[in-house]
């Protein structure tokens, strides 16, 4: 049949032929560098490319991430960076960043956000980190752990930090964080620990966040809260320890319910007011119970 076509007819079949061979080309030309990659242990371009602008963002006088200009960061250990095993797709990926106490300056890429198999962010107490934490952060739906104490991080937290499932502990103590708490904090449904102190948080704490319901710890001490404590705390089941001494509560006083929380074994706070004594009763079988009055 192919033979008694004339070259006509056989135009459109060989127009089509040739974009099918291109096709397969491009596909077994991906699929090879794709094993070659595997082979040697290279990780996702995408990862990669990420830790190269995390990389210009810092400064690092001690030079401990001298070996980030060499080789994979999988295979070549790069200073802080801990990669899974092989993945089903052939490549590992980056598990862990560990960049704690290396005196890193700088600031917080935004492409930090492109580590999609990221479960530990770690850069406490490092102290000279600047910067905004980037909203980009909220895209990695696998973190776990984001561990930034001890920093001058400054700014506003983002409404997209509150969209991690897998999220167990938000810890940025000691910085410079202003703004409010997002409401978005809500759907941080696994989150146990909270912790938010020695900041310039400000406004008042959102209601709606009595409904993490996983929340052990719920660090706000040294901020610029103000108004009211909400009643609302007292149904988070798991809450033991709850720090809310040295902010601006003005001309309120500890919610009656807060003598139902059975698993509570810290409370500290600090009012302008007199400590009822049928609350204090109530509270008895808390372990510590600090009622500071700052005006005193």
């Given amino acids: 049949m192919w033979k008694s076509m004339s070259e006509e007819e056989k135009a459109p079949y060989e127009v089509k032929s040739g974009q099918r061979k291109v096709e397969y080309e491009k596909q077994m030309k991906a699929y090879n560098k794709k094993q070659e990659n595997s082979a040697n242990g290279i990780g996702d371009d995408h990862e990669v490319d990420a830790l190269q602008a995390i990389r ?15 080789g994979d960061p999988c295979v070549s250990n790069w200073t802080g960076v801990i990669c ?32 999609s198999n990221l479960t530990v962010l ?23 752990f984001l561990l930034l104490s001890g920093n001058q991080l400054t700014g506003p937290l983002a409404d997209k ?14 910085n410079q964080i202003t703004g409010s708490l997002p409401k978005s904090f809500v759907n941080l449904i696994s989150c146990k620990h909270f912790h938010m102190n020695n900041n310039s948080i400000s406004g008042q704490i959102p209601s709606e966040l009595s409904s993490m319901p996983a929340l052990i710890h719920f660090l706000l001490d040294n ?15 798991k809450l033991r320890i709850l720090q809310l001494d040295n902010n601006n509560f003005g ?5 009656a319910s807060y003598g139902n929380m059975s698993n509570l074994v810290k409370l500290s706070a600090s009012f302008p007011f007199s400590i009822d004594y049928q609350f204090i009763q109530r509270e008895k079988g808390y372990k510590y119970l600090f009622l500071i009055d700052r005006f005193m």
């Fill in 251 to 255: 001309g309120t006083e500890i919610p």
């Fill in 223 to 237: 901020n610029n809260l103000m108004g009211n404590l909400p009643p609302e705390f007292s149904q988070m089941p």
């Fill in 56 to 70: 210009r963002k810092l400064k690092d006088p001690r030079k401990n991430l001298r070996n980030w200009r060499k």
């Fill in 84 to 115: 899974t095993m092989p993945q089903p797709d052939g490549f590992l990926h980056i598990q862990e960043l560990r960049m704690l106490n290396l005196n890193l300056t700088g600031k917080l890429a935004p492409k930090l956000g492109q580590l």
């Fill in 122 to 144: 770690n850069f406490m107490w490092n102290h000279n980190i600047t910067g905004s934490i980037p909203k980009e952060i909220g895209n990695i739906k696998s973190l776990k």
């Fill in 161 to 174: 930090l509150g969209f991690l499932p897998n999220f167990l502990m938000f810890q940025v103590d000691l």
